[in-house]
Antibody, heavy 123, light 107 residues
Framework: EVQLVESGGGLVQPGGSLRLSCSASGFTFSSYAMHWVRQAPGKGLEYVSA????????YYADSVKGRFTISRDNSKNTLYLQMSSLRAEDTAVYYC????????????????WGQGTLVTVSS | DIQMTQSPSTLSASVGDRVTITCRASQSISSWLAWYQQKPGKAPKLLIY???SLESGVPSRFSGSGSGTEFTLTISSLQPDDFATYYC?????????FGQGTKVEIK
């Protein structure tokens, strides 16, 4: 059974930093691109970042470019999102998401989602 | 960036109704479209991929159609479990983008 378990969310002050982790199990983690998608309270889904299966390619939405860094440790089956210079508008539930296809590249659509971790940026 | 626009934003329907949600892309995305269902407090769930392919385990009352810039998600006979918010997502090109969502409410 595929499981994605996020951790690391919490309350942080504007300008602060936070690192999210996602522990994956139930599939060959190193074969799949992975993604982060966020959802502000009461709002829709926003695509944040992607990383290829071997970590060689990454993508960032313009809204987080230069502030967030996605990475992965295939030996630990873990995905990360390092967030810095956080702003109030980064407040959201952050979902770790598995790509559908075991292919090279950044991926396409999503077949498994974690339960999400809430990040609140407020003073 | 490819903009995805869903209509309506909210839909009121009764159990047994046939429901159709539309998703329009700002440029052609061929058939590179997925649909997700999200219930309150839960993560989204994949329903449809490649515009019309039903994800394993998803009830056959869900169907998708379309190509190019116009797509539809149809629920043939709405069930109590189907009251939720639905999102389309294009994967023709990066950045991957979602529609704003369609909330299906009980009439």
């Amino acid at each position: 059974e595929v499981q994605l378990v996020e951790s690391g969310g919490g309350l942080v002050q504007p300008g602060g930093s936070l690192r999210l982790s996602c522990s994956a199990s139930g599939f060959t983690f190193s074969s799949y691109a992975m993604h982060w998608v966020r959802q502000a309270p009461g709002k829709g889904l926003e695509y944040v970042s992607a990383i290829s299966s071997n970590g060689g390619s990454t993508y960032y939405a313009d809204s987080v470019k230069g502030r967030f860094t996605i990475s992965r440790d295939n030996s630990k089956n873990t995905l990360y999102l390092q967030m810095s210079s956080l702003r109030a508008e980064d407040t959201a539930v952050y979902y770790c998401v598995k790509d559908r296809a075991a292919v090279a590249g950044l991926g396409t659509y999503f077949d498994y989602w974690g339960q999400g971790t809430l990040v609140t940026v407020s003073s | 960036d490819i903009q995805m626009t869903q209509s309506p934003s909210t839909l009121s329907a009764s159990v047994g109704d046939r429901v159709t949600i539309t998703c329009r892309a700002s440029q052609s995305i061929s058939s590179w479209l997925a649909w997700y269902q999200q219930k309150p407090g839960k993560a989204p769930k994949l329903l449809i991929y490649k515009a019309s392919s039903l994800e394993s385990g998803v009830p056959s009352r869900f169907s998708g159609s379309g190509s190019g810039t116009e797509f539809t998600l149809t629920i043939s006979s709405l069930q109590p479990d189907d009251f939720a918010t639905y999102y389309c997502q294009q994967y023709n090109s990066y950045p991957l983008t979602f529609g704003q969502g369609t909330k299906v409410e009980i009439k």
